[in-house]
Nanobody
Framework: QVQLMESGGGSVQAGGSLTLSCVAS????????MGWFRQAPGKERKAIAT????????YYADSVKGRFTISRDTGKNTVHLQMNSLIPEDTAMYYC???????????????????????WGQGTQVTVSS
């Protein structure tokens, strides 16, 4: 079972920036997709960004489009989330997720469907104060 480990969470004032990183426990095979979800207290977990290794590219939730950028280290199962212009509504636990199945099941049109992500990290807290 592939394990995912997030880092980079913390507290920041509104308008600030943070970068989250996620490393998988193996680079033996390249995960076809890796992404980020977040969950605020009392709310459901929602997808915010996913990156595919192939032509599918990247996908973003409308709430973060233009402020967050997902990227991936070439040839590695490491993904980053650069978060700029943070607002208090971005406060949440952020989870790294990946489709660890072989062959992969996730594709672009369903990028935000949590049930297709079979590997999850423990989460890292992001708190944005006004």
């Amino acid at each position: 079972q592939v394990q995912l480990m997030e880092s980079g969470g913390g507290s920041v004032q509104a308008g600030g920036s943070l970068t989250l990183s996620c490393v998988a426990s193996t680079d033996t095979y390249i995960l076809d997709s890796m992404g980020w979800f977040r969950q605020a207290p009392g709310k459901e977990r929602k997808a915010i960004a996913t990156i595919f290794t192939g032509r599918e590219g990247t996908y973003y939730a409308d709430s973060v489009k233009g402020r967050f950028t997902i990227s991936r280290d070439t040839g590695k199962n490491t993904v980053h989330l650069q978060m700029n212009s943070l607002i208090p509504e971005d406060t949440a636990m952020y989870y790294c997720a990946a489709d660890c199945e072989r062959p992969p099941r996730l594709f672009g049109r369903i990028w935000d469907a949590a049930e297709y992500y079979s590997c999850w990290g423990q989460g890292t807290q992001v708190t944005v104060s006004s």
